[in-house]
């Protein structure tokens, strides 16, 4: 570390938007300065929801930054879509203190994406700076007592580069739907066993012969009444689920207003009154959906409102691909296949840690033998598959 500096930020507008988005590019809006700020701005990321913001920046030899992190300081496993419970129950049952830890992640979304923000123009190796990353991460782990480190939903690259240097590779699933150049719905449909085309027409069928009305809108043109009925849909999806609603109604209307077209929200009303509404973000090459919500209920409206309207909407677009959250192995029969994604953990007790390998390890092979199993129940024809 003796060639690089680094500083920790407690707030995202320490780092201004033009050099932070300068590492974070254009292409997942999730890790842009945008989104972030909108998390802190809002209160939904704070030390009160116990995601504390500790920003990291790299600054190379020569004086630039050549990388940012999203880092937090976590209280919880809360909001992270990567279970670490019981690892925390285990140390601590054997009298560690496994919170607080640290976290570079996105708050509250299981996105994959960069989460080690390289800027492109910078001529080091990504090796050099990821390695050196690892270590400022480490490094501040021992600075502040924290257990451990966690880079959740990283890149397949990113894990890499990080195991190569002592930390621990996790494997998680998702599913996924990816554009094979259809020009329409029909177009994918066709690329499925008869029988299972038959279900997704009809889930179609009954979800629009019920009198919604659906509508897409986006950035600007969201009003905040919208917003705002939209923000009650997703309170009625964490009190269903048990959750904590960390976002909060602030945060929506800054996510139109910051990153426009970016935001699109799917609504469905009945007799003019909004009823169900999913949230979606567009990336370069793909529709990341994210919150969903209804009141009432409505035949197939979950599947037709977040599966088959993203579908829709990733042909019309040219998008390469629509990820549509965590879990859920009812997507396959929709068309959402298994996909992998990726985390690295750096655990600094060593005892503690090896065990941690172990489990992961075995997890893995767990994993692995699932996404074969689910792979086979595609409903794509097999000449397609």
């Not at 994210?290 to 599966?307: A, D, I, K, Q, T």
């Not at 068309?335 to 065990?355: K, L, M, N, Q």
């Amino acid at each position: 570390m003796s060639e690089w500096s680094v500083s920790l930020h407690p707030d995202i507008h320490a780092i201004p938007a033009a050099e932070w988005d300068a590492c974070a590019g254009d292409d997942n809006p999730f890790v842009s300065h945008a989104y972030l700020s909108a998390l802190e701005d809002s209160g939904s990321a704070s030390a009160r929801t116990g995601w504390m913001p500790r920003h990291l920046k790299l600054i190379d030899p020569m004086g630039q930054t050549a990388a940012v992190v999203p880092l937090y300081l976590k209280s919880h496993s809360w909001g992270e879509y990567v279970f670490d419970q019981s690892w925390a129950r285990a140390f601590e049952q054997a009298g560690g203190r496994y919170y607080p830890k640290m976290q570079a992640a996105v708050p509250f979304a299981p996105v994959p994406g960069p989460r080690l923000l390289l800027r492109p123009d910078d001529t080091t190796p990504p090796e050099v700076i990821v390695a050196a990353l690892g270590d400022a991460m480490r490094q501040v782990c021992g600075e502040l007592d924290l257990s451990s480190a966690h880079v959740t939903f990283c890149s397949a690259q990113e894990r890499a580069l990080l195991a190569e240097h002592g930390w621990l590779a996790r494997t998680g699933m998702q599913f996924h739907w990816h554009n094979r150049d259809y020009r329409t719905f029909d177009d994918f449909l066709d690329t499925l066993a008869s029988r299972k085309r038959k279900v997704l027409r009809r889930e179609r069928r009954d979800a629009n012969g019920c009198g919604l009305v659906f509508r897409t809108v986006r950035g600007g043109d969201i009003t905040p009444e919208l917003w705002d009925a939209f923000h009650g849909f997703y309170l009625s999806t964490i009190d269903r689920k048990w959750g904590s609603a960390y976002l909060t109604p602030e945060f929506f209307t800054m996510l139109s207003e910051r990153l426009g077209d970016r935001v699109v929200l799917m609504i469905a009303e009945h007799d003019g009154v909004p009823v169900a509404g999913a949230l979606n973000l567009v990336g370069r090459d793909t529709l990341y959906g994210r919150n969903w919500g209804c009141v009432g209920e409505w035949p197939f409206l979950h599947f037709e409102l977040c599966y088959y309207r993203a579908i829709d909407f990733a042909i019309e677009h040219g998008l390469a691909r629509v990820e549509a959250g965590a879990q859920g192995e009812h997507k396959i029969q929709r068309g959402y296949v298994p996909a992998e994604t990726c985390s690295a953990h750096w655990i600094d007790h060593p005892d503690f840690r090896r065990a941690i390998a172990n489990f992961v390890e075995e997890e893995a092979a767990v994993l692995r033998e699932e996404m074969q199993e689910l792979a086979a129940l595609s409903p794509y024809r097999r000449d397609e598959a």
